[in-house]
Structures are given as structure tokens and as C-alpha cells.
């Protein structure tokens, strides 16, 4: 078998399933387990994403309307591995490569099956292990990966459950404000935090300032889709620039925390297991392992002083 995988979500998924000797190349966004960096990259970004985050929306606003690609499948390379899975998603036409855009390119003839998932929610999630376990004809393992992830969302649960129950936005963009959705607020409940402002199994939604100044949470989370934690920081002026930030209760009592969004809190992945212990880490100072998270989130506080090299 040799699988292709265009979603870095599939991508950790088929490794988690001890078959990780399978994938024979990746997306460019596909980095976790690290080791499958080494595998080549068949797609890259069609603009420059580097620009600022208004920037980037205005973008793909213009690209969608347009009907044109967000991603460059490269379908010569491709041809040349000989896939016989390729793996890719229909959830969101832009967070990740799409049917559509191996079709556009001819790649869907090149793949004896092309696998597209899409979660919303966190057995969504569960669906597309099975879907893949299925495909390389490893559904016991698929049933053991989801009871370990099961199990250890549970154990964060039972840990936090007597803990006061803080109330939690989330913001999954910066410019404009989206609110994060999708298996987002199911993650916040399993570390029994409350979440305003977003609806499980519902589309992360834009928002205005005002909506989150007047939902005015107990914590507030910065993990921008696609962006690791200095990316997000350099983004903090455009949120610290809006009236009334600093008199927001979770900016005055410290409870702002700047997270990783790319690896934890937007990816449809084995590692919602670890962004439910890093949620509880947040809201309660869980401590499920022998140190803290600290390289999936940062309080607000830390890096807006500088005091983090980033």
C-alpha cells in the first residue's frame, strides 16, 4: 500500500496507526509526526501566506469568488509516486487541500482510492480513523486508536470535572474575528470549561469585537487556523488595538492564553487528546504529565512582555 496524504490530520492519523511506513509523500502543511517532513511535499500555497491575517482573508475571498485554486497540487509528482490512497478532505474548502482540487489537476485518475474526510466534530474524527483504519485494512487498529484516545479524553474529564466551570471564547482568526467552532467547544467541555460564542458541530463563525466584549469570558484563547505560537503573536497588536481589550476580565486577571492553533486547537487529528489536557492545563493548571504544555501555549502575558523568545 502506498498512501498519500494531502491533510496533515490524515497524515497523523495513518502514522497513529502504526503505518506510517506506508505514506509515500505529504502536504506541505503535513508536519506531526516531524519525521514526515522528509517526505515530499506535493502541494504548496497559491498566494503568499506570509501577509498580514486581513490580508490573507481579503485573499481568499477574492480567490474563492473567483473561482480560483487556494492550493497547487503538483500532479507530476504525484503521477510519479503511485499512490494507491490518497487522502485528502471536503469539510472546508479552505483549511486544506480538496477533492475539487486534485480533480482540477487530474489527480484523482492517479490514486486506486481517494479518501476525502470530513469531521466537524470530535466522532467526525472518530469516523475518519475508522475511514482510514478501513483502507489499509486495519480496522482493529482503528477501534484500539479511538478506545486510547477515548480513554485519555476521559481521564482529563474526571480530573477537572469538581473544578469551577470558567467561561471561554476562542478565536480561531484575528482579522476579521472568527469564533471557533466545528469540535472546538466539544474539546472545552471535556475539560469542563464553558464555551460563548461558538457552537459544536457549527462552522467557526466571524464576530464582532462587541460580541466579545459584551460575552466578556473568564478566558480568552488566541490559536489562529494554521498558526503556531509566534505566528500568533504577531498578531496580538490588531486584538490589543481594539477598544476596551485592556478592560476585559481575562486581560486584567492574566487569563488571555496565546496557543497553537496549527498543531491543537484547528486540526481534525490524533491531537485532540493532547488539546483537551492543554484546555485543562488553561483553565484549571491541570497537570496530566510531568511539565506543562509550553510549547502549545503561552499566557497572553508572558509574550506580550517580551519575555519568551519566540
Known amino acids: 500500500m502506498r498512501v498519500l496524504s494531502l491533510l496533515a490530520s490524515g497524515t497523523e492519523i495513518v502514522c497513529a496507526l502504526g503505518a506510517g511506513d506506508t505514506l509515500v509523500g505529504r502536504s506541505h502543511e503535513c508536519d506531526n509526526p516531524p519525521w514526515v517532513r522528509t517526505l515530499p ?8 501566506v506570509s501577509m498580514s491575517s486581513g490580508e490573507i ?3 481568499v475571498r477574492r480567490r474563492l469568488h473567483l473561482h480560483e485554486p487556494l492550493y497547487h497540487v503538483d500532479a507530476d509528482r504525484i503521477r510519479d509516486l503511485h499512490p494507491d490512497l490518497l487522502i485528502t478532505q471536503m469539510h472546508c474548502e479552505v483549511c486544506a487541500v ?27 474524527i472518530f469516523d475518519g480513523v475508522r475511514s482510514i483504519a478501513r483502507s ?32 471561554v471564547v476562542m478565536l480561531e482568526w484575528t482579522d476579521p474575528i472568527f469564533s471557533m467552532g466545528n469540535w472546538g467547544p466539544e474539546l472545552v467541555e471535556a475539560a469542563n470549561g464553558q464555551v460563548m460564542l461558538g457552537e459544536k458541530g457549527q462552522f467557526s463563525r466571524a464576530i464582532s469585537w462587541k460580541e466579545v466584549r459584551d460575552a466578556d469570558p473568564d478566558f480568552l484563547i488566541i490559536a489562529p487556523c494554521g498558526y503556531d505560537i509566534a ?8 486584538l490589543e488595538a481594539l477598544p476596551g481589550w485592556s478592560h476585559l476580565k481575562s486581560v486584567r486577571a492574566g487569563t488571555v492564553a496565546v496557543a497553537d492553533g496549527n498543531l491543537y486547537f484547528n486540526r ?4 485532540i487528546v493532547e488539546t483537551v489536557e492543554i484546555l ?11 511539565h506543562r504544555h509550553a510549547d502549545a501555549w503561552q499566557p497572553y502575558a508572558d509574550v506580550a512582555l517580551g519575555s519568551n523568545a519566540l
Open 280 to 290: 485543562a492545563e488553561i483553565l484549571h493548571g491541570y497537570r496530566g504529565a510531568d
Open 231 to 238: 505566528r500568533t503573536v504577531r498578531e496580538l497588536p490588531l
Open 41 to 48: 511535499a506535493c502541494t504548496r500555497p497559491a498566494f503568499d
Open 136 to 167: 489499509l485494512h486495519l480496522q482493529s487498529a482503528g477501534e484500539d486508536l479511538i478506545a486510547t484516545m477515548r480513554s485519555r479524553m476521559r481521564a482529563v474529564t474526571d480530573a477537572v470535572r469538581d473544578k469551577p466551570t470558567p467561561t
Open 268 to 271: 481534525s487529528g490524533t491531537t
Open 57 to 59: 482573508d481579503a485573499e
Open 98 to 124: 480538496t477533492p475539487d482540487d486534485v480533480e482540477r489537476v487530474g489527480c484523482g485518475l492517479l490514486a486506486s482510492q481517494v479518501l476525502a474526510l470530513g469531521a466537524g466534530t470530535v466522532d467526525g
